[in-house]
Structure formats: structure tokens, C-alpha cells
């Protein structure tokens, strides 16, 4: 399965959609911004980091893995479902 970068994982749609990518085997890297919020990424075993989407040196060392990267702040459901589809698509295209 393929590996995953998210941000905004412990928002309402980014959590959501960790959870459909953990539900089908893929392994999900998040960078969280406030630890205490992120009890269902820990449940679902998502490898997380602390850290700040302004901060450069964070995201190269919690993205240099996985390679389909989702952000999630300020974007619409509409817009998420569809990269989900996209990636997946893409992955398994690839694989």
C-alpha cells in the first residue's frame, strides 16, 4: 500500500479521511499541531509529528517518505473527496 503525508488530520475532514486511508491498509504520516487533539490518529496507529505548517524544516523531515501528500486546511469536502479519489487512482495505477 502506498504511504501518505496529511495535514489537518485532526480536523473534521482530515480526520475523516485518515481514517479511509487507514481503513484500507495505507500507512498515514500527519503533522499535528496539537498533540492532545490527535487520540484518533493515535488509535488508528498514524506515525505523528508535532509541528507547524509554516515551518520548512518540519515538513521535509515528516514528508520525505511518503509520497502522496494531502493538506487540508481551508479546502473544501468536495475538493478532499476528489484528491482522495485522485491519489488512490494514481497509486494504484502506479503499483
Not at 501518505?4 to 485532526?10: D, I, N
Not at 481514517?19 to 500527519?30: C, E, I, M, P, T
Not at 505523528?48 to 509554516?54: E, S
Amino acid at each position: 500500500m502506498a504511504n501518505y503525508f496529511v495535514t489537518g488530520a485532526t480536523g473534521f475532514i482530515g480526520g475523516e479521511i485518515v481514517k479511509q486511508l487507514s481503513s484500507r491498509g495505507h500507512r498515514v504520516v500527519a503533522l499535528v499541531g496539537s498533540p492532545d487533539k490527535a487520540g484518533l490518529l493515535k488509535a488508528l496507529g498514524v506515525e505523528m509529528h508535532a509541528g507547524d505548517l509554516t515551518d520548512r524544516d518540519t515538513l521535509r523531515a515528516t514528508s520525505s517518505r511518503p509520497c502522496g501528500r494531502l493538506r487540508f486546511p481551508a479546502v473544501s469536502t468536495w475538493l478532499k473527496l476528489n484528491l482522495l479519489h485522485f491519489y488512490e487512482n494514481r497509486n494504484s495505477e502506479a503499483g
